[in-house]
T-cell receptor, first 115, second 113 residues
Framework: GAGVSQTPSNKVTEKGKYVELRCDPI?????LYWYRQSLGQGPEFLIY????????DSGLPNDRFFAVRPEGSVSTLKIQRTERGDSAVYLCASSPQGEDTDTQYFGPGTRLTVL | QKEVEQDPGPLSVPEGAIVSLNCTYSNSAFQYFMWYRQYSRKGPELLMYTYSSGNKEDGRFTAQVDKSSKYISLFIRDSQPSDSATYLC?????????????FGTGTKLQVIP
């Protein structure tokens, strides 16, 4: 079956612009996670959705970052007033129910470059 | 100090070698330990998962956890060029029913044919 997909695969933008990154999780997975991976680093947790609600957004770095999942499936990560430091690969993962022992399945990521 | 420390490498070995990858951690709340493999420009994929001290084997891969020392290892036997990737250790504690995973920085492995 289809895995987690993310679009676009690459996004180049200018400092100060607004961007949206999309994640399509595996069908039927209720849990969805966003991570940010900077060059040479491991993924860092940003936000966790269970269904439509953000159950834990403690990893969002500041209020320029926001994510939604209005119908409990597709999620969009939104970044306002982008800064050069936002350049990274943004990874999305989904898991069946979000339980401690679930496996998270990752998408290929969106590589964001802020000029 | 980071909660999870991992030597970034790179690590270069000849085909057939035994590879040892390691991580240390400081948070005693971590109870579930994972190893992910990440190929270039791809998302991480889960290799091994364990929640107790001791060894767990899966084919050429063995995961080892020592909670008393806060130390985990991944061993790869008979390494193959296709094993060339970045290996990320990851761990999580009980967070009320979901995984809030903390990753290491990853070790880049190259297996030379």
């Amino acid at each position: 079956g289809a895995g987690v997909s993310q679009t676009p695969s690459n996004k180049v933008t200018e400092k100060g612009k607004y961007v949206e990154l999309r994640c399509d999780p595996i069908s039927g997975h209720t849990a969805l996670y966003w991570y940010r991976q900077s060059l040479g680093q491991g993924p860092e947790f940003l936000i966790y959705f269970q269904g439509t609600g953000a159950a834990d957004d403690s990893g969002l770095p500041n209020d320029r970052f926001f994510a939604v999942r209005p119908e409990g499936s597709v999620s969009t990560l939104k970044i306002q007033r982008t800064e050069r430091g936002d350049s990274a690969v943004y990874l999305c993962a989904s898991s069946p129910q979000g339980e401690d022992t679930d496996t998270q399945y990752f998408g290929p990521g969106t590589r964001l470059t802020v000029l | 100090q980071k909660e999870v420390e991992q030597d970034p490498g790179p690590l270069s070995v000849p085909e057939g070698a035994i590879v040892s990858l390691n991580c240390t951690y400081s948070n005693s709340a971590f109870q579930y330990f994972m190893w992910y493999r990440q190929y270039s420009r791809k998302g991480p994929e889960l290799l091994m998962y364990t929640y107790s001290s001791g060894n767990k084997e899966d084919g050429r891969f063995t995961a080892q956890v020592d909670k008393s020392s806060k130390y985990i290892s991944l061993f790869i036997r008979d390494s193959q060029p296709s094993d060339s990737a970045t290996y990320l250790c990851a761990m999580t504690g009980r967070t009320g029913g979901y995984q809030k995973v903390t990753f290491g920085t990853g070790t880049k492995l190259q297996v030379i044919p």
